[in-house]
């Protein structure tokens, strides 16, 4: 199974970070509207990414929530029938909630740069440093940690989970979220 090390925190100002992040990569952030529909599982997390009316892809990942580089074991499978796939997966597993953003990636050497701003949530970064499968993740979490500094990421907005389990918070707290959690099988 894959692995990469991640972080996730919240950002005060998405386009000065998408300025550095873009400077760093040497290239224009490409813009990608997601909607991940999250499913219950016993462990990790399943998602249905909608990537465009045609493009799909399930994702299998667990990592631990914890703040700080983490390392994640992830799957990716292309999807040639997005909208019968979720249906199926509702009925078996349920829906636990959908995410909606807009993402900025970067590519800054192995590292995918994220900017994301999640519908309901706000401003977010994450990197994704990707690891060879001979490759330990000490060297991963280094090379994060090189980049935090360099986009001015603090260890205060560090955070620990996904964005499904922030929406969840919000909606049990009583936010907007709850209206944008999909929780029907449609």
């Not at 989970?161 to 709850?178: F, I, K, Q, T, V």
């Amino acid at each position: 199974m894959p692995r990469n090390v991640e972080i996730k925190a919240r950002v005060k100002n998405l386009a000065a970070m998408r300025a550095v992040a873009e400077k760093l990569a040497g290239a224009p952030a490409t813009v990608l509207q997601q909607e991940d529909t999250f499913f219950h599982v016993p462990a990790g997390r399943l998602k249905l990414r909608m990537l465009g009316p045609n493009e799909a892809q399930l994702i299998y990942y667990q990592r631990p929530d914890q703040n700080g580089p983490k390392t994640s074991h992830y799957s990716v499978a292309p999807v040639a029938d997005a909208r019968a796939l979720r249906a199926v997966l509702a009925s078996a597993l349920g829906v636990r909630g959908t995410v909606r953003k807009t993402r900025w990636l970067c590519l800054v050497g192995r590292t995918r740069v994220h900017l994301d701003e999640v519908e309901g949530l706000g401003s977010f970064m994450e990197l994704e440093v990707m690891l060879r499968p001979d490759e330990d993740e000490e060297s991963g979490r280094r090379t994060a940690a090189e980049l935090m500094k360099l986009l001015g990421v603090q260890r205060e907005d560090l955070i620990d989970g996904a964005y499904m389990d922030l929406l969840a918070r919000e909606s049990e707290s009583g936010g907007e979220a709850s209206a944008r959690e999909g929780r029907s099988a449609d």
